[in-house]
Structures are given as structure tokens and as C-alpha cells.
């Protein structure tokens, strides 16, 4: 009767942690649907001239200071939406300011009480890489997490997605990011590459050899396609029907991807796409990884730039597609876009001023774009942390499961 008793509490507790999983799974309401986007060449340049129709639009943004200390305060006028997304994988890909992507989704996942699939290896976490440069990922790839499926992959990863639905809850979304191929080719260019710099133009030198010409990909060649799950087999096709028709396959996979160089638009974008709040989405101001070499702007000949981009073409023509399909979004969310953009940019520096003077408690109250909410000392002291803290801080909501997990096992098993 004992062992019975026994049986029934263990499978009670594995339906109870079932219907959690579930319950947490859930990122969209019912009935949601992400409509597939067709791109017309007509949208190639059409964010400039939005960003100029729209610049002499409001700044909403209002910021006095009030006394209270809880974020409830939510404007009629604030549009609403269904249930936030809190089941994610961002593909963080080398100097696209994947960093700083990094840290704002990091705080999002440790506020939210999100399962991180955290890097077994040392020397994998060391370097904030997950299945980098592989691609291929298992359950065993991550520390343990009994009883639970992942709900946030954020580590430098190759875009592996029948790998990743495996280990992540289901109904995961996939946030990418792109950067324009050749200021990815100045940035990434002198990532641990200090001797390079000697050189009066090393990125002119590199592009008049036959580097990388060879390869399949590398950090300059298409690096950008691969990370972002672009297939090896078809690197060197050079059937570009073939490999547009893979570029939308890939792109399919991602519910947003962001622009590097429109990195706080992409965020708005996100923040509206996941029904988050612009507190998710606030930032730091400073930069990460300034490279502080002016050889990184140094001026390329036509010749140079045109051997980059058929080097890089996959990239190029991946960029292409991906910011027009960016942009097509953004105008079909409407004039107002650019209104919350322009808000979420004075709300997010005023948040930086505060914390880089006076970083005592203070109260934001509710605007047409955002609920009241609270920063403090400790809201100002993690604006600052690195990509290695905020993993530790996600790895550390994971410990707090795993305690209450095995406190719950060791109550219904009878052991003190």
C-alpha cells in the first residue's frame, strides 16, 4: 500500500510539473497567426523615406517624477495585446550588436522566471557560446534542468532549428539579427586580430589576396547566412533562384529579425511583435566593444568593396531580402510606429541620465506607450553588467527551479 501511495504522489507531481510546462509554453493567445510577408523591390529604401516623413512627429514622451514603487498604472490609450512571448531562441551572430541584444533579452528572461539552457562546458559559457560554431545541440549540451524543457536560448549559437525545438518548450520563436555585410566586414575584421592592425590598410590588403576564397564560409565570407542556419551544401551554388528560395526558408523561421542598423527600431518592432512593455526593452547607452582603431573606417576602392560582396554574396543577398521585409513590417505598422520609436528613445535616455548621475529609486509614470514603472540603484547597477553576469543571473533562476523541484520531490517521497 506504501509503494502505491508512493506511485500515486510521483505521478501527481509529474502531471503537476506537465501542466507548468504547458501553462509557461503558451506565448501567443489562441487564434494568433504570423502571416507570411512578401517583399517588393519597391522597399528598398523606403525607411528614409518614412524616417523623414515621420521625424517631425512629437516627442510624447513625458517623465516627471512621482512616489510610487510598483509598475500598475496602465493608460486607456495604451494598445493592448495577448500574452507576453516568454519561449525564445536568439541566434546571437558576431558584431551585429548581438551584445547588447544579449543583455536586454537576458534581463527579460531573468525577470520573467525563463528556464535558460545554460552551457554545460565551462569553456563554452566562458565565451558565451552554446552551439557555436557547430551548430549541433543537445539536451546534454545544457546544465540540467529536471523536470522542465528550455524556454530561453540566448548564447552565441548556429541556427540549428529541428535541434533547438528538441530541447526548448514547444512553440518557440526565433529572434535573428543581420547587419549591413561590409560594415560586418570592418567590425568583425579585427575581433582578435591585433596584428592586422599594423597594416596602413589591412582590410584593403586582405580583399587584394585570395583569402577565404576557397572556404565555404568564414568570419568574412557569408558568415552572417551561416550563423543564421543557411545551409554549407548550397555556399557555393551559384543558382541564385536556388538560393533566394533557401533565404526565404531561413527567414521563415524567424518571427523578427533585427537590424543592426536600426537596432532601437528593431527593438520597438520586437517589443510590439512579442507583447512586451517598453521596460523590457530598455538599454544602456554605452558602448560594449568599441574596437577603438580608425583603420576599421578606413576608405575601400570599388574594386575592393565589389570583391567583398562577391565573396560575400549569400550575406549580401540575405541582408537584401531581411531589411526588406524589416521595413515592409514597419510601414504596416502604421505611422504610429515611428511615435512610439521617438517616446521609447527619450523614455530610454532619460532612464541612462538618471541612472549615470543621481541612480536612486524613481517612479516613470504611465504614457501613451508604456505602464509606470520603477528603476533604483539596483535597476542602474544591472544596465552596467556584462554579458557574463547577466548569464550567471539566468543560470541562477534555473538553480532556484531545480532547489524547488527537489524540495517538492524530497516532501512527496517522505525523506526530511
Not at 522566471?113 to 546534454?140: E, F
Not at 576602392?301 to 537584401?320: F, V
Amino acid at each position: 500500500m506504501l509503494i502505491m501511495a508512493r506511485a500515486r504522489e510521483f505521478m501527481f507531481l509529474a502531471l503537476f510539473l506537465t501542466c507548468v510546462a504547458t501553462y509557461m509554453s503558451i506565448s501567443f493567445p489562441r487564434g494568433w497567426k504570423d502571416t507570411e510577408i512578401s517583399v517588393e523591390p519597391a522597399f528598398a529604401n523606403l525607411h528614409a523615406a518614412k524616417r523623414s516623413k515621420f521625424k517631425s512627429l512629437m516627442q510624447t514622451g513625458y517623465l516627471p517624477s512621482t512616489q510610487r514603487n510598483v509598475i500598475t498604472s496602465v493608460p486607456t490609450s495604451l494598445p493592448t495585446c495577448g500574452r507576453p512571448v516568454t519561449n525564445f531562441v536568439f541566434i546571437k551572430v558576431h558584431k551585429t550588436a548581438s551584445g547588447s541584444t544579449f543583455r536586454v533579452l537576458a534581463r527579460f528572461g531573468r525577470n520573467h522566471g525563463m528556464t535558460i539552457c545554460y552551457p554545460a562546458l565551462r569553456r563554452k559559457a566562458i565565451h558565451i557560446q552554446l552551439s557555436y560554431p557547430s551548430g549541433k545541440l543537445t539536451k546534454d549540451d545544457c546544465r540540467p534542468s529536471p523536470g522542465r524543457k528550455y524556454n530561453l536560448i540566448i548564447h552565441h549559437s548556429v541556427m540549428n532549428k529541428p535541434a533547438m525545438d528538441r530541447v526548448m518548450e514547444p512553440g518557440t520563436k526565433y529572434i535573428g539579427i543581420f547587419r549591413e555585410p561590409l560594415n560586418h566586414f570592418r567590425s568583425i575584421f579585427f575581433w582578435k586580430r591585433r596584428v592586422a592592425r599594423r597594416n596602413e590598410n589591412p582590410l584593403g590588403a586582405f580583399l587584394n589576396t585570395t583569402h577565404d576564397r576557397k572556404k565555404t564560409y568564414s568570419k568574412h565570407k557569408n558568415f552572417q547566412a551561416y550563423t543564421m542556419g543557411f545551409p554549407k551544401r548550397l555556399m557555393t551554388s551559384k543558382n541564385e533562384s536556388q538560393i533566394y528560395e533557401e533565404i526565404r526558408t531561413v527567414a521563415g523561421w524567424y518571427s523578427v529579425v533585427l537590424i543592426t542598423e536600426y537596432w532601437e527600431e528593431s527593438l520597438v518592432l520586437l517589443r510590439r511583435k512579442f507583447c512586451w512593455r517598453l521596460y523590457d526593452i530598455l538599454h544602456t547607452t554605452q558602448k560594449l566593444h568599441a574596437l577603438h582603431t580608425k583603420k576599421e573606417h578606413v576608405s575601400l576602392t570599388t574594386e575592393q568593396e565589389e570583391t567583398h560582396r562577391k565573396m560575400s554574396n549569400i550575406d549580401y543577398m540575405m541582408y537584401d531580402y531581411l531589411n526588406k521585409t524589416f521595413w515592409q513590417r514597419v510601414t504596416n505598422e502604421g505611422p504610429e510606429f515611428w511615435e512610439e520609436v521617438t517616446y521609447y528613445k527619450t523614455l530610454n535616455s532619460e532612464v541612462n541620465k538618471h541612472c549615470n548621475s543621481v541612480g536612486s529609486k524613481r517612479v516613470f509614470p504611465a504614457g501613451k506607450w508604456s505602464q509606470e514603472f520603477v528603476i533604483d540603484s539596483p535597476f542602474c547597477k544591472e544596465l552596467k553588467w556584462k554579458e557574463d553576469r547577466w548569464a550567471d543571473a539566468c543560470w541562477d533562476v534555473v538553480e532556484r527551479q531545480n532547489e524547488e523541484t527537489k524540495q517538492i520531490l524530497k516532501k512527496l517521497s517522505g525523506v526530511k
